[in-house]
Nanobody
Framework: QVQLVESGGGLVQPGGSLRLSCAAS????????MGWYRQAPGKQRELVAD???????NYADSLKGRFTISRDNAKNTVNLQINSLKPEDTAVYYC???????????????WGQGTQVTVSS
């Protein structure tokens, strides 16, 4: 089990940037993958990006180029750099962790509480 705490959200103008951080209570080297998802009101939660313990990254095709995910094993954090923000990026951004648990005989997903990102002029 792991606890995830996001930070860095807020109100920004179009074209601005934000850096979101997710702090994990567990050594992230032991976590199979960590990622960022987002959800706007009335819409389904969608993948933004994820990164495995081996450093392999994956991005949503429409977002690649403006979003960059990174990992800091020493600080047990995963970050999301967002550039050239657009109004349609407005959503709650959630951190997640995918962990293999022997007792469950499979992967278990954990989620943070989410952080609000609002892009408006």
């Amino acid at each position: 089990q792991v606890q995830l705490v996001e930070s860095g959200g807020g109100l920004v103008q179009p074209g601005g940037s934000l850096r979101l951080s997710c702090a994990a209570s567990k050594n992230i080297f032991s976590i199979y993958a960590m990622g960022w998802y987002r959800q706007a009101p009335g819409k389904q939660r969608e993948l933004v990006a994820d990164i495995t313990s081996g450093g392999r990254t994956n991005y949503a095709d429409s977002l690649k180029g403006r979003f960059t995910i990174s990992r800091d094993n020493a600080k047990n954090t995963v970050n999301l750099q967002i550039n050239s923000l657009k109004p349609e990026d407005t959503a709650v951004y959630y951190c997640n962790a995918k962990i293999y648990e022997v007792s469950s005989r499979g992967f278990v997903y954990y989620w943070g509480q989410g952080t609000q990102v609002t892009v408006s002029s």
